[in-house]
């Protein structure tokens, strides 16, 4: 694949055919499951940090650490669905999405790569979502 046709896929994706809004509504899946990723690695390298610092395992202290689990594991819901053609998630994903990235550059100050990780996923919603209301408007018109 083309790197123009590749940066298209990822930033504006084509929604013209069923087949191109099929293609573009995986981005949403893709943004998804690199959300799961990010929080599950954020979750372990937490428990990894914490664990050895205490004599005694308290769960007060990998209430940080769950949370980080619990968001990848909605994440990869989500993402399951979105790949499955699910508006609502999709839609949904970008909305938790939107408020995750919110809390990311207000708690961050400067450069981290954890906000341009978000930043792409965002991207990456945006045109799951274009590709999923297209779907819906092929289907309206009876051309799936």
């Known amino acids: 694949m083309k790197f123009a046709a590749l940066a298209q ?3 504006y994706p084509r929604v013209d055919s069923f087949a191109a809004a099929e293609r573009a ?3 949403g899946g893709v943004a998804g499951w690199i959300m799961v990723a ?3 690695v ?3 390298f937490v428990i990894m940090l914490i664990i050895p610092e205490q004599n005694v395992i308290s769960g007060d202290a990998l209430w940080p650490a769950m949370i ?3 968001i990848a594991f909605f994440y990869g819901a989500l993402a399951t669905y979105a790949w ?3 508006r609502a998630a999709i839609v949904t994903m970008l909305i938790l999405l939107t408020l995750d990235t919110l809390i990311v550059i207000t708690r961050v100050h400067g450069f981290d790569p ?3 990780i978000h930043i792409l996923a965002i991207i990456l919603a945006i045109g799951g979502m274009r590709g999923s209301f297209a779907l819906a408007a092929f289907r309206r018109a009876g051309e799936s």
């Open 42 to 44: 954020l979750g372990a």
């Open 114 to 116: 954890q906000a341009a």
């Open 38 to 40: 990010v929080h599950f």
């Open 68 to 70: 980080q689990l619990f």
């Open 9 to 11: 896929r990822i930033f």
């Open 25 to 27: 509504m995986q981005n």
């Open 84 to 86: 499955r053609r699910s």
